[in-house]
């Protein structure tokens, strides 16, 4: 079996421990080797890399999982990463799949992502796990790690692979080898998928021949899942006794590697799922398989046949999925929804049944290629050359050409590519160097699929119009692409179109024509003349998502009517209007279109954006109209809108986000409910967020104690004349932020859930404002604390709010900041990064003992006036790892001692923009200060030209091209010169992205 590489997103880390059996000593006995000290440097890096070795479907995976879940992981590790390695070691690609789930962005050239992958672990414990590993290249090894050389130590890289030598190359320091599952853990799976945790409900029989059916599974946890699976649907003797006595058993696994487990399962599938599992080996390995993709292409390949008149294709593809999945040949992936993976071994099984009709190809392997092939996926294209395409264009009955990554697809290739006339399913995502298509494209009469989705076409051919089987069309994020061919209606059997991201601008007349869609993401509608928006009548199958923008073109209530939004099974629904109009008879008019246009109850998630209306429709908000709606964004820039609609009253309803609005000035009882209160107000309700709302003043709590009884987040940002009231009984609320209020004056809700609180340029909020706990409640599990530009904050809540505290950062409180003595901050014994800024402070800490003894991270930002560090307030802190300044032109470690004035348990010194002083003091072998910090294993120093200039308040910058807004709150207004009224202004010497 060849073993390709692919592009693909990180392998699934999450789980569910409900679904395993028999690793619970296993998942110990690895987190005790990961959690004990570095055995060894046998890989010349400061970390440990341990191996879990198995054959396939074992459940290396599985236990890997396991461990990175594990909560002591998490204590123990600063950075946690999950990688799916895969069939090759694309360093690459790994590099950038790490900087992902460290939540860093990438960049093109892989030198710089290596560069920004080792300042990022410098010095930082990292737990890594790379699953499923098959390189057997020590340089290749040596290439990758090159950035984790300077990671601090205890760090280690666990690795799961089938292959011991693999291990040997890596230097591992340790080789855990996964052993079979145990016969009791063996039957307590089987039992789960065969019986449903039921075994006592059938006869004794069926568990006898059970028993002796897993025997032959050898203990591997996907042969026992998939074989119960298939079991399960025929709970008869003669059935199971005849699959414990097939001759599939007895079929040797060493040509095929296809464990006779698995290959008994595809046996006893059904033909058309035999078919429909075959075609599957045209994905490659790990690949996140998107179900209605696949359906798709089952349908452009004639595999799906509806068994009753009143299902579609769609919903037999989908019955079929749901057959395969629940036979264990699919499984859930990372990304949730409607994506799917397959384990490699079932990979495999799909590939040794399709046979040589079907290639999995990239540019090492076109030797595979034969006129026989039929279906072609092309994973990477590694050549400059068009060799592998002269090869493709001689396949001259293919049915598929589909690719799994960006490649060089020019508009030469893909006029080549159209004399492939028996093609089917033809998909060039993500080609950015296709700009347009020939007419030659007409020629493909049997096209049923086709994307293009990523590319930068800017025109289609009217000759697409010819290609009257095309079933799906793609043309996602074509972002240069203005307009459809006239006669589209032409393409009667058209059922999916992607439009989303796309930037078209009008829609081709008789798309009521297309009356086979069933999802058409995006309709725009034109002014007097051009397609009238009551064509979506005629699309009566509609279905998933519809965005229609330029909604204020409709100027007739009965068109919305006729477009017949009621009877469409649409589960998102975005209506977007443009102009700034806010005439009365505009505004009328717009009412009573919103009011006709009524969506169906299958509605989950709804965006209204930028209506001029008075008032918002009837349908919306009362309980019976919209029962699913999940998710509600009304969003705004007017002031026509006076009040809300009676949103508590949508039982559904998790998250809301308001937007704009200026015309509301009081959100009342209206906001809860509409006359009399029905039920209780927003009982499903997660997220509630008040967005830049400039005229709104009071907010008058209706309900205390009934409304919101499950919110975990609100958010109140850019609410200036807000004044006061807050709810106060919110018991699930775990995050608060409230940012611009500078006219709010109200108690915080009080939570014994609050995790993370931020407040930001509240100008009147104090510490009496704070919730407050007495010694017999339960105190809240606050990690986070924000306090930024809180003048009137004079000292930090107490009562046992900040207990469980972990990171507090303060900036721009003066008052507060002038009081530390009376913070109390040595008493926080789980507080492990601070985040100080101050324009006037001089000196910190100011006392003795005055952090917290188990603090990891200090870090000064903007502190104008700080000239030095009172290293005796430092010298308790032996968990310090981290020491930072920002924009601290003043400071510098003058008059320190050299010895044992900075925590030796410092491992990161970073001197960031605007501390002059201190990187001239701070150089390497030169500087004054440079003997003071030699100890310091990473010291990073900004580079000269990152050196901003601090201004005075209200002066502007010489240097105009240059300016740069470092604090866009207090700056009047972006643009080259920028006039601060908040104290200081940032001007950079060099270029503004170097800051």
Request: glycine share 6%; with cysteine; proline share 6%.
């Amino acid at each position: 079996m060849n073993r390709r590489a692919y592009r693909r997103l990180p392998s699934t880390h999450l789980i569910d421990e409900s679904d395993i059996y028999g690793r619970d000593a296993d998942k110990e006995r690895v987190v005790e080797i990961l959690l004990l000290e570095n055995m060894g440097c046998r890989n010349q890096l400061p970390m440990d890399v341990i191996a879990v070795t198995g054959m396939g479907g074992m459940g290396k995976t599985t236990l890997a999982r396991l461990v990175y879940e594990d909560p002591r992981m998490k204590d123990h590790f600063q950075h946690k990463a999950w990688v799916c390695v895969s069939e090759e070691f694309d360093v690459d690609c790994v590099t950038k799949a790490i900087l992902q789930s460290l939540s860093c962005p990438t960049e093109q050239d892989f030198h710089s992502n290596q560069s920004k992958l080792k300042e990022t672990l410098k010095g930082k414990t990292l737990f890594l796990v790379l699953d499923d590993v098959w390189n057997e290249n020590c340089q290749i090894w040596e290439v990758f790690t090159a950035p984790l050389r300077q990671v601090a130590p205890q760090s280690k890289i666990l690795i799961t692979t089938r292959n011991k030598i693999v291990a040997e190359v890596m230097c591992c320091a340790f080789t855990y080898p996964l052993k079979p599952l145990q016969d009791g853990d063996c039957w307590n799976l089987f039992a789960k998928y065969a019986f449903n945790n039921q075994p006592d409900a059938v006869g004794p029989d069926l568990v006898r021949i059970g028993k002796e059916i897993i025997k032959k599974c050898g203990g591997l946890p996907l042969a026992i899942k998939t074989l119960g699976s298939l079991l399960h649907r025929k709970l008869s003797f003669q059935h199971w006794n005849k699959i414990l006595k097939s001759e599939l058993w007895a079929l040797s696994e060493d040509h095929s590697n296809i464990v006779p487990s698995l290959r008994l399962s595809y046996h006893y599938l059904p033909s058309n799922l035999k078919r429909c599992f075959a075609y599957c080996s045209i994905f490659p390995k790990d690949y996140d398989i998107d179900k209605n993709v696949l359906v798709q292409l089952w349908m452009a390949d004639g595999l799906v046949y509806p068994t009753q008149r009143s299902m579609s294709l769609e919903e037999t593809g989908d019955e079929i999925f749901k057959d395969l999945e629940s036979r264990s040949f699919f499984e859930p992936s990372k990304r949730g929804g409607d994506y799917f993976i397959m384990h490699d071994l079932l990979n495999d099984l799909a590939k040794s049944m399709a046979g040589e009709f079907f290639v999995c190809l990239d540019a090492a392997q076109a030797q595979d290629m034969s006129t026989k092939t039929r279906y072609l996926s092309y994973i990477r294209y590694k050549s400059d050359n068009v060799d592998i395409f002269e090869k493709v264009l001689k396949c001259h009955q293919l049915r598929s050409f589909i690719q799994f990554d960006s490649l060089s697809i020019g508009d030469d290739i893909m006029s080549r590519l159209c004399r492939l006339k028996y093609i089917r399913q033809l998909s060039l995502k993500r080609s950015q160097n296709l700009r347009s298509l020939t007419d030659g494209i007409g020629n493909l009469k049997h096209l049923h699929y086709l994307d293009l989705s990523f590319t930068s076409v800017k025109k289609l051919p009217n000759s697409i119009c010819l290609l009257i089987n095309l079933q799906t069309l793609k043309l996602r994020c074509c972002d240069d692409l203005t307009e459809l061919p006239s006669n589209l209606y032409k393409l009667i059997n058209l059922r999916h179109l992607d439009l989303e991201g796309c930037g078209i601008r009008k829609m081709p007349r008789g798309m009521g024509k297309l009356n086979q869609l069933r999802t058409m993401n995006m309709f725009v509608v034109a002014k007097k003349g051009g397609p009238n928006i009551k064509e979506l009548g005629a699309l009566t199958h509609l279905t998933g998502s519809l965005a229609i923008s330029n909604m204020e073109h409709v100027s007739d209530f009965t068109d919305m009517r006729e477009a017949n939004l009621k009877e469409k099974k649409l589960d998102k629904l975005i209506l977007s209007y443009g102009g700034d109009s806010c005439r009365r008879e505009e505004a009328q008019c717009q009412e009573h279109v919103l009011e006709a246009l009524e969506p169906n109850q299958s509605v989950e998630e709804l965006t209204i954006e930028g209506y001029r209306g008075t008032k918002f429709p009837k349908w919306l908000g009362v309980e019976h109209f919209l029962p699913k709606l999940v998710s509600l964004s009304l969003l705004s820039d007017g002031n026509c809108v006076r009040l809300l609609p009676p949103l508590g009253q949508l039982p559904s309803l998790q998250k809301l986000t308001i937007n704009g609005f200026e015309g509301i000035k009081v959100i009342g009882k209206e906001f809860y409910a509409n006359g009399s209160l029905i039920a209780q107000p927003f009982p499903s309700l997660l997220c509630l967020m008040f967005f830049d709302m400039r005229e709104w003043e009071e907010w008058h709590i209706c309900y205390e104690g009934q409304s919101f009884p499950r919110l975990e987040e609100l958010y109140i940002h850019n609410c200036p004349r807000l004044t006061k009231s807050l709810p106060q009984h919110l018991p699930c609320l775990k995050k608060l932020s409230i940012w611009g209020c500078g006219n709010l004056e109200a108690t915080l809700p009080r939570s014994s859930s609050m995790e993370k609180l931020s407040l930001e340029e509240c100008t009147k909020i104090s510490v009496k404002d704070m919730p407050t706990w007495s010694i017999s409640d339960v105190l809240p599990p606050l990690h986070h604390l924000s306090l930024w530009r809180c003048p009137a904050m004079e000292s930090l809540p107490q009562g046992g709010m900040l207990s469980s505290l972990q990171r507090l950062s303060i900036r721009g409180c003066s008052k507060l900041i002038a009081c530390g003595r009376e913070w109390g901050l040595h008493e926080l014994l789980s507080l492990k990064e601070l985040d100080i800024s101050d324009y006037v402070m001089e000196w910190f800490p100011e006392e003795e003992r005055l952090l917290p003894p188990n603090l990891q991270s200090l870090s000064f930002v903007e502190c104008l006036d700080l000239r030095r560090i009172n290293h005796r307030g430092l010298v308790h802190l032996h968990s310090l790892t981290s020491l930072s300044f920002f924009l601290c032109p003043w400071m510098s470690f003058e008059g320190m001692p050299e010895e044992e004035a900075l925590p030796p348990s410092l491992s990161d010194l970073i001197i960031g923009s605007g501390c002059p002083l201190l990187r001239e003091r701070c150089e390497k072998e030169k500087g004054p200060d440079w003997p003071k910090i030699a100890h310091i294993p990473h010291v990073l120093i900004c580079p000269k030209g990152m050196v901003p200039k601090i201004r005075a308040q209200g002066q502007s910058c010489v240097k105009n091209e240059d300016c740069v807004k470092f604090c866009p709150r207090t700056c009047d207004v972006p643009g080259s010169v920028s006039r601060c009224k908040g104290g200081f202004c940032v001007c950079c010497e060099g270029p503004p992205h170097l800051i």
